[in-house]
C-alpha cells in the first residue's frame, strides 16, 4: 500500500487535490475542485476517479453532484500524510493559489445561499 501511496502523490495534480480537499476539510464537488485548481472538468475527474480507487477519498452523492472528500482511515492509518499535506498547502505556491480561489468560490457560494434564504 506504501508504494500505491507513492506513486499516487508522485503526481503534481493529484497532490493538489489532495491538498485542498484536506485544507477544506470538509466534502467538495468536482466544479469546486475544477474551480480552485483551474482543470478541466475531464482532468479533475481523471485525478478524482485514481484517487478514489486508491483508497484517499470517499464519495456522496447529493442530487445531480458528487461530492468528494478524504477518507479519514486513510489519514489515521498513514498519518504521515497530515505532516505531508501541511508541508506542501505551506511549501507548494500553486497550493496557496488553489485555496486563494477556494476561499473566493466560499464566499460567493456563501452570498447566493444568503440570497436564496432571503427571497424564500
Do not use: W
Request: glycine share 2%.
Amino acid at each position: 500500500m506504501i508504494l500505491d501511496i507513492m506513486k499516487c502523490l508522485y503526481d503534481k495534480t493529484r497532490l493538489r487535490i489532495l491538498s485542498i480537499l484536506f485544507y477544506k476539510n470538509g466534502p467538495m464537488c468536482v466544479g469546486q475542485v475544477e474551480d480552485s485548481l483551474r482543470l478541466s472538468q475531464p482532468n479533475a475527474s481523471r485525478h478524482l476517479k485514481r484517487l478514489l480507487n486508491d483508497g484517499f477519498v470517499i464519495v456522496s452523492k447529493k442530487t445531480q453532484f458528487v461530492y468528494y472528500e478524504l477518507d479519514p482511515k486513510i489519514l489515521e492509518e498513514y498519518d504521515f500524510l497530515i505532516c505531508l499535506l501541511e508541508k506542501n498547502i505551506e511549501e507548494m505556491h500553486e497550493c496557496a493559489e488553489d485555496i486563494k480561489r477556494l476561499k473566493d468560490i466560499n464566499i460567493v457560494e456563501d452570498l447566493k445561499e444568503n440570497i436564496n434564504d432571503k427571497v424564500d
